[in-house]
């Protein structure tokens, strides 16, 4: 049997794509910039909002989009979110007209339909790095345990050192060994583009029940 295959919309450099290949995906990313430092299996630049429906349907068996999120992040909310567009209503529409088993990631706060939330605290992760799943299916969620601090707690360690068990993985506020340690990332990726991922192991949880999505459609 093939490797089911995932299109990886909004890609950047890859965390949301090693979770999946780890969940058994091949994985096809797409962004409208450059990312040659891509993890997936294979990349296209391309504006994904201007993909044909029918193209994924064709080819691909799920997928995952991760819109822009800077318009509903917390540096947005104080700046009102100028220079930035909600791009999370076409991105939808446009998973929902593939006919797909499909996953929409954002922040807290994006205005995502019925989502779950997933934290590092939930994987032993030292990120707490809270983020939202829009899901097509119902997907199981693990304990959301109580504690302190939010997606960007802890803002003033940069690295592991004087024992601190959490750090914030965001914009140039941490070494990048440690940012990649925290998040679990095992590839040579820049700080730059770590803190801009998603934990790997948020999609591989996530892709193992995606994966039962796509068993039972072609079992139909």
Not at 21 to 30: S, T
Request: with cysteine; net charge neutral.
């Amino acid at each position: 049997m093939r490797e089911p295959r995932l299109l990886d919309l909004f890609c950047c450099s890859g965390g949301a794509a090693r979770g999946y290949q780890r969940a058994g995906f091949r994985v096809h990313g797409v962004d409208i910039a450059p990312q040659p430092r891509y993890i997936g299996d294979a990349f296209t630049q391309a504006d994904v909002l201007g993909l044909d429906p029918a193209w994924g349907a064709a080819n691909f068996d799920a997928v995952h989009a991760s819109p822009p999120c800077q318009v509903h992040s917390v540096t947005a909310n104080l700046t009102g979110g100028k220079g930035h567009v909600d791009l999370i209503p076409q991105t939808r529409a446009l998973l929902l007209a593939s006919g797909l088993p499909f996953i929409i990631e954002n922040v807290p706060g994006a205005p995502l339909i019925d989502p779950i939330i997933l934290c590092g605290t939930m994987f032993g992760l030292r990120v707490y790095r809270h983020r939202l799943f829009e899901c097509s299916f119902w997907a199981l969620t693990p304990p959301h345990m109580p504690h302190q601090g939010t997606t960007n707690a802890n803002r003033g360690y940069s690295s592991f050192k004087d024992g601190a068990d959490m750090i914030s993985v965001a914009g140039h506020n941490f070494r990048r060994e440690d940012g990649a340690a925290a998040m679990g990332i095992d590839w040579p990726a820049r700080r730059e583009e770590i803190a801009q991922a998603i934990p790997p192991a948020y999609t591989e949880f996530l892709g193992r029940q995606l994966m039962a999505q796509v068993v039972r459609r072609e079992a139909a």
